[in-house]
């Protein structure tokens, strides 16, 4: 995140009134000032820096305020609600468990958790033998760190050594912090994780690595290791990808990971992917590492498992999962069974009402209808990037300047115009509707989107 604010002080914009987009009074309301500043007053500034709207009501692709407003989300919030706000199928679960009552129960056993638990390992991918739940992402990433080292030292390995990339992002905590890339988001730990190391990203515009995934990955590993003096066998557990770039979508090329996985086999290494923004359908398969074919050891999910309450998970089979104790790797509120209900209600919606097809039949009309949009603005987009219901617009000079302010003042724009995307701070904004969109809605929002763009590169913001 940028320090950004976006403007409080509410502005005439046209009213609109479609079939799926309503804006009937001033941006922001000046009604939910009260509320916009108590936040500021009373909770810690990390926590602010998004857009205006006080959300009242969320359902399907539709995000509602008390005035009257109804926005097309293009958000899913953050890559959460995969199918769709209010989802029905969760809604009725967590009621039962409501009704009984039963909030919650520590590690007590719930015929919430078991039935869940089972539901998921039965439909994920065969090497996942065994889950742990938490509830925020970073924990699920902190957890993948723990076992990597933990299996490293139980087959003996002299150092605790993790690969992660130049510019992957992996959460907020200690651990997480040191796997992720950003040097200055690490300066409050005082120090650097010695054992974990960054190998270059082979993003697209680097020309060398598109030519030859597999070589700029073995090149960068073989730098590493002469430079670190370590040997594969006895000083890496762990490699940890997130399974594309956050900030840009921006995918690995299939060969270089497919490299790491052989690289990682034959000095027995373990592979983890950080499957946050990725998982659950958003990029039209059930998780986003798929489209590599490989088979990771570890699997790091959150945001899409629930569409709703705090759920974070962690994969993989029996040996790995079982490697802690009983009781080290637990924590208060995992396992929830209103929790559980909803991820179990959640994976049913996504398998039995067809969404990660929609997303990937969606996706392709969403990525052809973007890469018009882009035609048109040359100047100002250099490339989409992402896959099924996930984008990421680039947005640069033609000498490939990031257009950073351009970002914010679209989002901003989009907003007043009664669709909400994801502005990340950055020169790229994210779009990544609810899986449950339909074509039409789709359009409408991509058509806003396109009309936004326009009228913040003519300076007719709104
Ligand atoms: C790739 C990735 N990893 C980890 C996290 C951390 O998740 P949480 O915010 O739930 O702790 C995020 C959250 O944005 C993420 O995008």
Known sequence: MSGFKFSLVPQDVPKINTKFRRINTPIPVPESLTMLTALDNYESRSMHG?????????????????????????????????????????????KEVLEKPLLHTYTYCSKERVEYIKYLIEKTPKQFEKAFLLSAGTEATECAL?????????????????????????????GAQMMSYNPAQKEWIGYLDPNIYHLP???????????????????GMETLLKEKNLS????????????????????????????IQKFAREHDILLAFDEMQ?????????????????????????????????????LGSSEIMDLPEIGSMSSTHSANPMVCAAGKANLESLFEDGLIENSRVLGKLFHEKLNRTAKLFPDYIGQVLGKGLLAA??????????????????????MRRGLLVVHTGRETI??????????????????VFEQSINDCVVGKTL
């Open 146 to 174: 723990k076992l990597m080292r933990m299996y490293g030292q139980k087959k003996g390995k002299r150092k605790p050594g993790i690969i992660t990339f130049e510019g992957n992002w992996h959460g907020r905590t200690m």
């Open 278 to 314: 990725a998982g659950f359908g958003r990029t039209g398969s059930l998780f986003g590492y798929m489209h590599y074919d490989v088979e990771p050891d570890i699997l790091c999910c959150g945001k899409g498992a629930s569409s709703s309450l705090p759920l974070s998970i962690v």
């Open 232 to 259: 594969p066998n006895t000083d890496l557990c762990g490699f940890m990808l997130e399974t594309f770039q956050g900030w840009g979508a921006v995918f690995y090329p299939k060969e270089f990971v497919q490299a």
């Open 201 to 219: 990203f082979p993003y697209p515009w680097r020309k060398d690595c598109l030519k030859n995934p597999e070589g700029f990955f073995l090149e």
């Open 50 to 94: 998004q857009m205006p709207v006080v959300w009242d009501r969320a359902e399907g692709f539709q995000v509602s305020d008390a005035w009257g407003n109804k926005w097309i989300d293009f958000t899913s919030t953050i890559f959460v609600t995969n199918t769709g706000h209010g989802n029905h199928r969760i809604i009725k679960a967590l």
């Open 430 to 447: 994210k779009l990544a509707p609810p899986l449950t969109i339909h074509r039409e809605a789709l359009f409408e929002g991509l058509s």
């Open 393 to 414: 617009v680039h947005f640069n000079s033609p000498q490939g300047e990031p257009l950073i302010e351009l970002c914010d003042k679209i989002c901003e724009t989009a």
